[in-house]
């Protein structure tokens, strides 16, 4: 029996095959491309010394979904296939409520069908919304939103629920990343956005490599000690290892659970900006602009209950997290297009 992995070939989903794969599972992966390229399968290969299935599939595709689960004995999916730019979202809200929503429905009716009821599921900590004060715990209430992105995540969130409570066969985990950036320590793979990027680290790590001018940084008149917004990162590959560890504890229960991936540490953006200078060596130019609309002061982790439910903690240090990003982008500038 495989896993399968649905948006394999995206940034979190290209760590976690490999991080599978090391744990022993037998996986199979599916992409349409819509954002990522199939260099990286390649890439993954290589890495992992193994071979492994993979379909050009999209999951709206019902009937092209049907004949990957005829074709791979299915254990359990980990869905990552979805679209996440929250601007985007606000411009083409139906574009996300199709992709997003309506993939996850066509999914999870397959997999119905095919008898495979356990899913592990990228949520975000974007459902906490603005009003929960951190560190978040995923007891707190979760669902006002601020763009559809976030909302097709709070909905999904809720549609596996329910389907947990209509079937008690089904097993979901709901998994709320903070802010994942690094990359594998061997510069294989990594983030590689399409066009200007709009999160902070590919966009530092795109200035130091040349690509890009100048960082702005979003407001230094935020509720925190320097001034500038304060997230969680979290490093891809300890990223990857909690899905590892989430996916055992799925396969072994039922009911679906909220589960934090985070470290429960805060950074700030110049802190980021001055760590990533300090290890790499590079000047990152920038400059202070305004707040971008929609951000929140501070948001990090309490990571608590991964700990407690399946063991896993987060490993790598801010250090890592720097110097393997740089890695990345340093030997591969263009990304996966070079
Ligand atoms: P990514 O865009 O790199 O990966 C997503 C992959 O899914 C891409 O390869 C894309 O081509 C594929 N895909 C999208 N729609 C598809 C469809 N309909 N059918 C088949 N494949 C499809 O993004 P990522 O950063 O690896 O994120 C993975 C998941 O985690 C997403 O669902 C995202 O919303 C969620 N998430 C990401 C972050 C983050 O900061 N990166 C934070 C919270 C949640
Ligand atoms: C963003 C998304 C969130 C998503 C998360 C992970 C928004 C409003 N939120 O969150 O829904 O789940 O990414 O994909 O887009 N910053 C700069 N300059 C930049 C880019 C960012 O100063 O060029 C600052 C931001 O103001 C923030 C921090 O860096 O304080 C992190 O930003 P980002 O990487 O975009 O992540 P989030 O805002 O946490």
Same mark, same amino acid.
């Given at each position: 029996?495989?896993?399968?992995?649905?948006?394999?070939?995206?940034?979190?989903?290209?760590?976690?095959?490999?991080?599978?794969?090391?744990?022993?599972?037998?996986?199979?992966?599916?992409?349409?491309?819509?954002?990522?390229?199939?260099?990286?399968?390649?890439?993954?290969?290589?890495?992992?010394?193994?071979?492994?299935?993979?379909?050009?599939?999209?999951?709206?595709?019902?009937?092209?979904?049907?004949?990957?689960?005829?074709?791979?004995?299915?254990?359990?999916?980990?869905?990552?296939?979805?679209?996440?730019?929250?601007?985007?979202?606000?411009?083409?809200?139906?574009?996300?409520?199709?992709?997003?929503?309506?993939?996850?429905?066509?999914?999870?009716?397959?997999?119905?069908?095919?008898?495979?009821?356990?899913?592990?599921?990228?949520?975000?900590?974007?459902?906490?919304?603005?009003?929960?004060?951190?560190?978040?715990?995923?007891?707190?209430?979760?669902?006002?939103?601020?763009?559809?992105?976030?909302?097709?995540?709070?909905?999904?969130?809720?549609?596996?629920? /329910?389907? +947990?409570?209509? $079937? !008690? @066969?089904?097993? &979901?985990? #709901?998994?709320?990343?903070?802010?994942?950036?690094?990359?594998?320590?061997?510069?294989?793979?990594?983030?590689?956005?399409?066009?200007?990027?709009?999160?902070?680290?590919?966009?530092?790590?795109?200035?130091?490599?040349?690509?890009?001018?100048?960082?702005?940084?979003?407001?230094?008149?935020?509720?925190?000690?320097?001034?500038?917004?304060?997230?969680?990162?979290?490093?891809?590959?300890?990223?990857?290892?909690?899905?590892?560890?989430?996916?055992?504890?799925?396969?072994?229960?039922?009911?679906?659970?909220?589960?934090?991936?985070?470290?429960?540490?805060?950074?700030?953006?110049?802190?980021?900006?001055?760590?990533?200078?300090?290890?790499?060596?590079?000047?990152?130019?920038?400059?202070?602009?305004?707040?971008?609309?929609?951000?929140? /002061?501070? +948001?990090?982790? $309490? !990571? @608590?209950?991964? &700990?407690? #439910?399946?063991?896993?903690?987060?490993?790598?240090?801010?250090?890592?997290?720097?110097?393997?990003?740089?890695?990345?982008?340093?030997?591969?500038?263009?990304?996966?297009?070079?």
């Amino acid at each position: 029996m495989a896993i399968l992995i649905t948006g394999g070939c995206g940034y979190i989903g290209s760590h976690t095959c490999l991080e599978l794969i090391r744990a022993g599972y037998d996986i199979a992966v599916l992409d349409n491309y819509c954002n990522s390229k199939p260099e990286v399968l390649g890439r993954i290969r290589e890495l992992a010394g193994r071979d492994f299935p993979f379909f050009p599939c999209d999951i709206r595709d019902e009937k092209a979904l049907r004949a990957v689960f005829d074709a791979v004995p299915v254990q359990a999916v980990i869905h990552f296939a979805g679209l996440k730019a929250v601007g985007e979202s606000v411009r083409d809200p139906l574009a996300y409520y199709d992709n997003n929503v309506g993939g996850t429905v066509t999914l999870c009716r397959v997999m119905q069908q095919a008898g495979c009821r356990c899913i592990v599921f990228s949520s975000s900590a974007t459902v906490y919304g603005k009003d929960n004060p951190s560190p978040l715990r995923e007891e707190m209430p979760v669902g006002r939103v601020e763009n559809p992105y976030g909302r097709t995540k709070y909905i999904i969130e809720t549609l596996l629920q /329910d389907l +947990c409570a209509s $079937d !008690p @066969a089904w097993s &979901a985990m #709901l998994l709320r990343y903070f802010n994942p950036i690094g990359a594998h320590e061997s510069g294989r793979i990594g983030e590689d956005p399409a066009g200007i990027p709009n999160n902070l680290m590919p966009y530092i790590a795109q200035v130091a490599v040349g690509r890009l001018e100048q960082l702005s940084v979003f407001g230094n008149d935020y509720n925190t000690p320097d001034g500038t917004g304060v997230r969680d990162y979290i490093h891809v590959t300890d990223l990857a290892r909690g899905h590892v560890a989430a996916l055992a504890y799925a396969l072994r229960h039922t009911g679906a659970e909220a589960v934090n991936l985070g470290t429960g540490k805060g950074c700030s953006v110049l802190e980021l900006v001055h760590t990533f200078e300090r290890v790499n060596g590079i000047p990152v130019q920038y400059r202070i602009a305004p707040r971008r609309p929609g951000d929140v /002061d501070v +948001c990090y982790a $309490d !990571p @608590a209950k991964a &700990a407690r #439910l399946f063991g896993w903690r987060a490993e790598k240090t801010l250090d890592d997290m720097c110097r393997d990003s740089w890695r990345w982008q340093s030997l591969n500038p263009q990304g996966y297009d070079a």
